[in-house]
């Protein structure tokens, strides 16, 4: 897996999730984060990626543009577009300040379930987990590299380990542009029993 390399958003320190044009167009990468696509393609070819490579790749710019330059620099084709790897919907957070991280990393340890219309962590990780097996059948022909955001690649490392993904923060923090192998597991919950659906609570409760 890669995450993209360094976004507009990242340099401004803001939430960029929603679907609509300000990801899928303008929210793109800065040059240090076009670099860093180069230099992750460089850093792929020690592990023995070469043309043959397949790339998916979430549809927002900034992963997108990630995915372009990678696969240039590596003589691989032209990236699939995948829009189960777009990034994390941060609900209400979206368009603020990206230290609502830490806000909804807390949440999701304690299970909170859409509190601030966040996209649980369930469904994210049911999206990651189909693309993670559907990458595993074309794995058997080429070699495979996903393409998508920060909290959605975290998640699924943590179902690679066999982790239950609400604790996916626990998983050592992807940089941008930073390639990692994703484990074994496709189980979403490693043999830990999903937790019920929770409904947010009414403010004022």
């Known amino acids: 897996m890669l995450r993209h390399g360094e976004s507009v958003a990242n340099v401004d320190g803001l939430i960029v999730s929603a679907v609509g044009p300000r990801a899928l ?12 696509a180069r230099a992750a393609a460089r850093e792929a070819f020690r592990y023995g990626l070469g043309a043959g490579t397949v790339v998916l790749t979430s549809d927002f710019a900034r992963a997108r543009q990630t995915a372009q330059e990678f696969c240039a620099e590596l003589g691989a084709g032209e990236p699939r577009v995948d829009e189960r790897l777009r990034e994390r919907g941060f609900g209400t957070h979206d368009g603020g300040p990206a230290t609502a991280y830490e806000l909804v990393w807390a949440d999701d340890l304690a299970r909170r379930d859409g509190a601030n219309e966040v996209e649980p962590v369930r469904e994210v990780a049911a999206r990651a ?3 993670l097996r559907e990458a595993d059948a074309l794995a058997e022909q080429a070699p495979v ?53 929770r409904e947010p609570e009414s403010p004022g409760g």
């Open 145 to 197: 590299v996903l393409v998508a955001h920060g909290d959605v690649l975290q998640i699924m490392l943590a179902v690679g380990e066999g982790m239950d993904p609400y604790e996916h923060r626990s998983v050592p923090h992807l940089g941008n542009a930073e390639l990692r192998r994703v484990g074994p597991g496709r189980d979403l919950f490693g043999g830990v029993a999903a937790p019920a659906r």
């Open 25 to 36: 167009v303008e929210v793109g990468l800065t040059e240090r984060g076009r670099e860093q």
């Open 129 to 131: 987990s189909a693309v």
